[in-house]
């Protein structure tokens, strides 16, 4: 056969040697296609998304909260700083609105300058309000009582007696002169009184900003530095006129403080496959130097089909030992407020998880937890303020 085919090749007329060049031809171009065919098969293949057994649920609309019958409306107004929402002994709900305005029970107050809080107490006196730029009171008159740009904060406090027996309800004053921080305490919010130096401090290399915290009754400095890979934070307990440094957290993409425990999330290759980020908590409750403790709660939620990062910015404490966490049930943005949350509740004496809204269809910008132990959520998409009925 092969010396046929030689002898048909040698003898062959310039006509036959077209036909074999054109043949040649198209096999080389048949091949290249066969070729980009299967990579760009292989190329859409690696690109397939996860798929998982949540990703034909409804997205949440607004009819879903106006149809929930365990959520009940609480403002008309619509809030403005989700994280800003506070609780005013007596049952008052206070919140800043869409125009950054103080909003007390559903009125906005006559008045009320524009702010951008970043930290709101209520106080025997009346409600503090510490924002980047200056602190007031929201005085029990009505009335509104500023202070001068260098007081950065003010922090309610039990103050310590002379015996150490007993405490007196006071304030804390975080001042800051060019490079320098000052806190001061007193019993009362009028500064025309003499205020007693605490300590004076400054800010390491690498930390650009501070502020008071206090847990567990005592008084921590949380100072802060920012890099591309997220906030690096340091604890310092101030004991007296000293500071002593606690904790040093790296990498942190949100932090929260609770009565007398602090939970941070940091980014996390040990579950890849789950979430990119893990959060613990620091228990200040027996240790003034804290505790730290993995919230181990991934694989849990995984197992029940919940599939979202665990943020400490969507979390909040009770005041018994519990802490409250909205999760994206899908792998999400957990900005993306037409998929689901999931509202969890994390027993973290017992290391047990639960669910108390389950069934109920919602998003949400944050998790509220009031004095007594009410859950509230402001809606994601329409910023409305709601009462969890559990």
């Known amino acids: 056969m092969l010396e046929r085919i030689r002898y048909w090749l040698s003898s062959s007329s310039t006509d036959k040697k077209k036909v074999i060049f054109w043949i040649v031809i198209a096999l080389v171009i048949f091949l290249v296609v066969v070729i980009a065919a299967f990579n760009t098969f292989s190329d859409q293949s690696s690109q397939v998304p996860d798929i998982d057994n949540n990703r034909f649920e409804p997205e949440v609309t607004l ?96 103050i310590p007696d002379d015996l150490g027996i007993d405490t007196i309800p006071g304030y804390l004053f975080l001042r800051k002169d060019q490079n320098t921080y000052t806190v001061q305490q007193s019993t009362s919010n009028d500064l025309e009184q003499s205020l007693k130096t605490v300590a004076t401090f400054n800010l390491p290399k690498g930390f650009t900003d501070v502020e008071l915290k206090i847990i567990s009754n005592q008084i921590y400095i949380v100072m802060y530095g920012y890099s591309n890979e997220g906030t690096n934070i340091r604890l310092a307990k101030l004991d007296g006129a000293s500071i002593q440094q606690v904790q040093s957290l790296s990498s942190v993409q949100s932090i929260i403080f609770g009565p007398d425990k602090v939970l941070y999330t940091i980014p996390s290759d040990n579950l890849p496959e789950l979430t990119n980020y893990e959060s613990a908590v620091i228990d200040f409750s027996k240790n003034s130097e804290g505790d730290i403790s993995r919230l181990n709660v991934t694989t849990t939620l995984v197992q029940n089909n919940i599939l979202g990062s665990l943020l400490a910015r969507r979390c909040n404490f009770d005041n018994f030992n519990n802490l409250f966490c909205l999760v994206k049930q899908q792998k999400t943005n957990s900005d993306n407020f037409r998929f689901k949350d999931s509202l969890v509740k994390i027993d973290l004496t017992k290391n047990q998880l639960s669910y108390p809204a389950a069934g109920l269809v919602f998003s949400a910008s944050n998790i509220l937890v009031s004095n007594n132990g009410t859950l509230y959520i402001v809606g994601q998409e329409n910023n409305i303020l709601y009462r969890v009925k559990t």
Do not use: C, H, M, W
């Open 63 to 158: 009819s879903n909260f106006e149809s929930a019958t365990n959520l009940e409306q609480v403002s008309n107004a619509e809030v403005g700083l989700a994280r800003q929402v506070f609780f005013i002994p007596g049952g008052k709900i206070g919140f800043f609105n869409r125009n950054f305005k103080l909003n007390i029970d559903n009125q906005e107050v006559a008045l009320s300058p524009s702010f951008f809080p970043n930290q709101v107490y209520s106080s025997p006196s009346g409600i503090i309000i510490n924002s980047d730029t200056f602190s007031t009171f929201y005085l029990n008159t009505g009335e509104f009582q500023n202070f001068t740009s260098d007081i950065q904060q003010i922090t309610p406090y039990q």
